[in-house]
């Protein structure tokens, strides 16, 4: 049973561009959510995705935005990248009837914005 | 953004020995989740707590869901270096999201 997969797992961009992050989440889960981890922090919640509609979104700029696909995939896209924007970008996903709505993380993407 | 404070923010311990840290907020939980976070990896689940007063445990790992429901703790006994990482506790804020301690991060010399 495949876990949370996410690609690519490295990214490097300049400022200005735009990147398109990927994840499939864990067989049987309907819901995916994506975090942003700053080094030395812990996750920052960016949004989640059910039914293919955003349901709830955290303190980010709309440069940050998102899609879910009918086989529940999703990606993340962020728009004019920042130097800040350079983060781990987590994944993570649960099954919408699930106890507490437990999340699985993936691994992550690395990205970092020069 | 919002976080839970964690403390102690890292630890050196000798391999056995057992360790504690713990996660305080100053609003009720209704759910306490510890994960660890290894590098290069994400965060995983270790325990889930769901009411106050609980204690749970898995394998050496034990945890607490304070009474007050500020509060939560994370013992590991006999610690070995597989448990060098970063632990976060973390709350199932609403229904969708989690809000994430600020991570007490272990290093084990053996």
């Known amino acids: 049973d495949a876990g949370v997969t996410q690609s690519p797992t490295h990214l490097i961009k300049t400022r200005g561009q735009q990147v398109t992050l990927r994840c499939s989440p864990k067989?049987?889960?309907?819901?995916v959510s994506w975090y942003q981890q700053a080094l030395g922090q812990g996750p920052q919640f960016i949004f989640q995705y059910y039914e293919e509609e955003e349901r709830q979104r955290g303190n980010f700029p709309d440069r940050f935005s998102g899609h879910q696909f009918p086989n529940y995939s999703s990606e993340l896209n962020v728009n004019a990248l920042l130097l800040g924007d350079s983060a781990l970008y987590l994944c993570?996903?649960?099954?919408?009837?699930?106890?507490?709505?437990?999340?699985?993380f993936g691994a992550g993407t690395r990205l970092s914005v020069l | 953004g919002q976080q839970l404070n964690q403390s102690p923010q890292s630890m050196f311990i000798q391999e056995g020995e057992d360790v504690s840290m713990n996660c305080t907020s100053s609003?009720?939980?209704?759910?306490w989740l510890w994960y660890k976070q290894e590098p290069g990896e994400g965060p995983v689940l270790l325990i889930a707590?769901?009411?106050?007063?609980e204690l749970t445990s898995n394998g050496r790992l034990t945890a607490q869901f304070g009474i007050t429901r500020k509060d939560s703790f994370l013992n590991i006994s006999a610690s070995i270096p597989s448990d060098v990482g970063i632990y976060f506790c973390a709350d199932l804020s609403g229904t969708y999201k989690y809000i994430f301690g600020t991570g007490t991060r272990l290093k084990v010399l053996a």
């Open positions: 609003s009720i939980f209704n759910t």
């Open positions: 707590l769901y009411k106050a007063g």
């Open positions: 067989s049987g889960h309907d819901t």
């Open positions: 993570a996903s649960s099954p919408y009837s699930g106890r507490k709505n437990i999340q699985y």
